[in-house]
């Protein structure tokens, strides 16, 4: 047997055992790239098979390291991923064992806070440093990183009637709905505290 045609025969038994990898968990729709180290003997074997897959557009390169399934979109005719940016990366994060939440933005929509609506991917991240690049085409995750202790950080009402949020120079203030920010409508006017003097 010639080195191609041996070549050829160890990527082809990497690439079944990655997808049956994949049709064991159907439920799954984003993979980290050591999921499938078991699948060959050499990483280099591994990734061989999955950048045939990749060609095939059974996987779909989702960020460093991360890879989904992917589907034919017939409205571009290409390869795109099976679910948004949107849902992979946090299935990701989830795998990563990432503590998270979604980001102050998105809160204080879902609050009733803001009329903005967030059109951004972002995350808070709790407790542990992450720089892994993670989404696709356009849509990229973008970290929100919280530096904030709650036992050391005291929470007082924002300026407006608007929601608490943590003092100091350098926070930014959420105005409720209907009220427009001084600096235009939607927009986010960076807070300053200043000590407040009796009066003479």
């Known amino acids: 047997m010639s080195f191609i045609t041996g070549w ?24 980290l790239r050591s999921e499938f180290n078991g699948c060959g003997r050499t990483r280099s074997g591994v990734d061989k098979a999955l950048r045939v897959l990749v060609r095939q557009g059974v996987l779909v390169r989702g960020g ?3 890879l989904v399934r992917g589907r034919y979109n017939r409205f ?20 990563l064992d990432v503590p998270f939440e979604m980001d102050s933005a998105t809160q204080a929509y ?15 991240v709790k407790g542990k440093r992450i720089q892994r690049k993670i989404g696709h085409n356009r849509r990229w995750l973008v970290y929100e990183k919280d530096w904030r202790d709650p ?10 009637g608007g929601a608490p949020h943590a003092g100091g120079e350098g926070s930014y203030q959420v105005y409720p709905k209907g009220q427009a920010s ?18 003479a």
């Open 76 to 95: 571009t005719g290409t390869i795109t991923p099976s679910i948004s940016a949107d849902v992979f990366a946090l299935e990701t994060l989830r795998k």
């Open 110 to 124: 879902n609050r009733g806070d803001t009329t903005q609506i967030p059109t951004w991917l972002a995350v808070r």
């Open 182 to 199: 001084p600096g235009g409508a939607g927009a986010f006017r960076k807070a300053k505290r200043f000590p407040e003097r009796s009066p």
């Open 64 to 66: 460093y390291g991360v």
């Open 8 to 31: 050829f025969v160890r990527t082809s038994e990497i690439q079944q055992r990655i997808l049956d990898y994949l049709a064991s968990r159907p439920e799954e729709n984003a993979f």
């Open 151 to 160: 036992r050391k950080t005291p929470q007082t009402p924002g300026a407006h």
